[in-house]
């Protein structure tokens, strides 16, 4: 089996910055994506920022020039560099992982973290 855990989150007042971290760990083979997605309250969970294992990134409008994410291929790692971090930012955010480890035999799932709250005060 995939765990992932998530650190990072907390409040932070209008325009500071915060990093989320994401660490999976189990018998992983290979990871391909790795993202951060976030849910506020009454709306749907949106995606924030992914990365695939050729470094590849992919951003929401809404945060492009804020937020970095990246990973750390040894560490089975991912980050969310947040700056510029405005109230309509708050959210619990969720990793998410495509992953294909071994438990008896060989899976290939999407994971996702338990989610870390982001709360941004104006």
């Known amino acids: 089996q995939v765990q992932l855990v998530e650190s990072g989150g907390g409040l932070v007042q209008a325009g500071g910055s915060l990093r989320l971290s994401c660490a999976a760990s189990g018998s992983i083979l290979s990871i391909n994506v790795m993202g951060w997605y976030r849910q506020a309250p009454g709306k749907q969970r949106e995606l924030v920022a992914s990365i695939r294992s050729g470094s590849s990134t992919n951003y929401a409008d809404s945060v492009k020039g804020r937020f970095t994410i990246s990973r750390d291929g040894a560490k089975n790692t991912v980050y969310l560099q947040m700056n510029s971090l405005k109230p309509e930012d708050t959210a619990v955010y969720y990793c998410?992982?495509?992953?294909?480890?071994?438990?008896?035999?060989?899976?290939?799932?999407?994971?996702w973290g338990q989610g870390t709250q982001v709360t941004v005060s104006s």
């Open positions: 998410n992982v495509d992953v294909t480890y071994y438990s008896g035999r060989f899976y290939s799932k999407t994971i």
